[in-house]
């Protein structure tokens, strides 16, 4: 009777010991199955131009429609140049925690998408796309698609217009394409499967520093 109570409380430590050892393992197998899937990001190459698309910013980096824009590899060049500034500047637009100091200073202030759409701050904004390039060797002009979880759970989107310059080794916000954003959005899936966004309704034609696209 004796040794069957010792054999009984053998039998449950070993299963007790067991159970935490595959507890232990299981716990660090899946630290490790997290960490092997963080996407730490990439380089890509677009008309033969890298592009880091790596932290910080990485979301906003991997926004940048770059592809069928019909770019030189002159203007590839000067957008992989002026990446990081740009990411961070989208970063801080949208004001996810993010403080502000982050924008850089111009003789313009930039328009607030969560003052305009009157969003709180428990409301999560991100970047969808970078898109719409235009060049010329001093300034880079864009359009960047904005989106957010609306009152009724479907995505609203919206889209605002954008200038940076050269300034030193730097490129900064220099001020709006045009004297009012794009606005809301409607989208649908293209023919090609990719989500296709245009205006809800067309801004004003008067471009407040118009560019031309140049050779460099």
């Given at each position: ?11 449950k430590f070993r ?8 507890g232990?393992g299981l716990?660090?197998f899946?630290?490790?199955?997290t960490?092997y ?6 380089v890509?190459?677009?008309g033969g ?7 910080p ?5 991997k926004?940048?429609?770059?592809r ?9 060049q000067q957008i992989s140049e002026?990446?990081?500034f740009?990411?961070?500047f989208i970063n801080a637009?949208l004001g996810?925690g993010i403080s502000?100091?982050?924008v850089?200073?111009?003789d313009?202030k930039?328009?607030?998408i ?6 709180n701050t428990d ?6 796309s ?6 010329t ?15 009724d759970?479907?995505?609203?989107y ?6 940076f ?5 730097k490129?900064?916000f220099e001020?709006h394409?045009?004297?009012e954003p794009?606005?809301l959005?409607?989208?649908?899936k293209g ?11 067309p ?11 140049l050779?460099?």
């Amino acid at each position: 009777m004796q040794e069957e109570q010792q054999v009984s409380r053998l039998h449950k430590f070993r299963r007790l010991f067991e159970s935490l050892f595959c507890g232990v393992g299981l716990l660090f197998f899946s630290g490790c199955c997290t960490e092997y899937f963080v996407d730490k990001g990439h380089v890509d190459w677009v008309g033969g131009i890298s592009f880091e698309i790596k932290t910080p910013y990485l979301n906003e980096k991997k926004a940048f429609n770059l592809r069928d824009q019909n770019l030189s590899p002159e203007a590839l060049q000067q957008i992989s140049e002026a990446m990081p500034f740009i990411a961070a500047f989208i970063n801080a637009q949208l004001g996810n925690g993010i403080s502000y100091a982050f924008v850089p200073a111009s003789d313009f202030k930039v328009r607030s998408i969560r003052d305009i759409q009157n969003l709180n701050t428990d409301i999560f904004l991100a970047v969808k796309s970078i898109q719409n390039w235009q060049i010329t060797a001093q300034h880079i002009q864009f359009n960047t698609d904005y989106f957010y979880t609306g009152p009724d759970g479907h995505f609203v989107y919206y889209r605002d217009n954008y200038i940076f310059s050269r300034s030193d080794r730097k490129w900064v916000f220099e001020k709006h394409a045009k004297s009012e954003p794009e606005g809301l959005l409607a989208c649908e899936k293209g023919p090609s499967g990719w989500r296709v966004c245009m205006p809800l309704k067309p801004t004003k034609e008067f471009d407040s520093h118009p560019l031309s696209v140049l050779p460099l």
